[in-house]
């Protein structure tokens, strides 16, 4: 089947099985143009929670899928590619929280929103990279425990002088960001402002111009008068960057940031979703539940 006529199939079976198609920035530019909303894992989460359709195709990894699953338990919501996961996600595991939490009662977990429905069904609270910030001020004064990502929970535990505990877990892509090769492409583009997510460690993320959330870095560009941008994440990114801003020029950090399971699904996978109800992504009850108290204590906070 040809492109068009795959886009065309897409947007029939949309109509007819009466589904909202969600895709992250990190998607391919092809997911992302034919997606109803497009956007970071916390503005997925909220169209996810409100949408009245009956079911979500996530263009995504599994815990976003999953997330849009405990948030709206009625929806059916499908994952196109089955094996497409965050790494990070599973670097934190239920069994190995679960006996920290033995052993430290006294700290609040918070969790980052890349991580599976059984982390999130042992945490008080969960964060994105785009309301990290303003959700842990709610937190200052108390004990934590942040999983599992070690660079963004170090960059709050600096930025606020936090008690907590940072897991030692990180983003294969964002994670090899360092100091040399923000210089040389520095270097090579002198007029260029250096914008990163904060899942870069933290003296990368220090010797940016600015750092934010998906949305942020795309909001940032969008209202900055410069217009020459090097960018410290995955390049999917670039796609809305240059729809929004036709007319400035952005250099994507290293071709590295690439992520390998936001790439595996392709426009077939979409339309295959659609027309074959796969694959359907659920949750248990009981962890559900649990779960869907520390996403609601962040959509409260944020
Ligand atoms: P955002 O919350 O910025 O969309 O990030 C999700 C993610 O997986 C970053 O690697
Ligand atoms: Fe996970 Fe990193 Fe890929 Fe985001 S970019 S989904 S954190 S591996």
Known sequence: MDKITMINEINRLKKEKNAVILAHYYQDGDIQDVADYTGDSLYLSQIASETD????????VHFMAETAKILSPMKKVLLPV???GCPMADMVTYAKLKKYKRENPER???????STAKVKALSDVCVTSSNAEKVIKHYQDKPLMYVPDKNLGTYLKDKYDLDMEVWPGFCCIHNNLNLKIVNEMKSLHKNASFIVHPEAPLDVVKA???AGSTKGLLNHVINSDLNEF???TEEGILHQMKK??????FHILTPDLRCYDMKLTTLEDV???LKEDQFEVNVEEDIRTKAFIALDTMMKLS
């Open 53 to 60: 359709k009956d079911v979500i195709v996530f263009a995504g």
């Open 82 to 84: 089955k094996e497409a």
């Open 108 to 114: 609040v977990i918070v969790c980052y929103v890349n």
């Open 208 to 210: 940016a111009d600015f």
């Open 230 to 232: 090097i960018v410290g």
């Open 244 to 249: 929004a801003c036709p007319n400035k020029i």
């Open 271 to 273: 339309y295959l979703a």
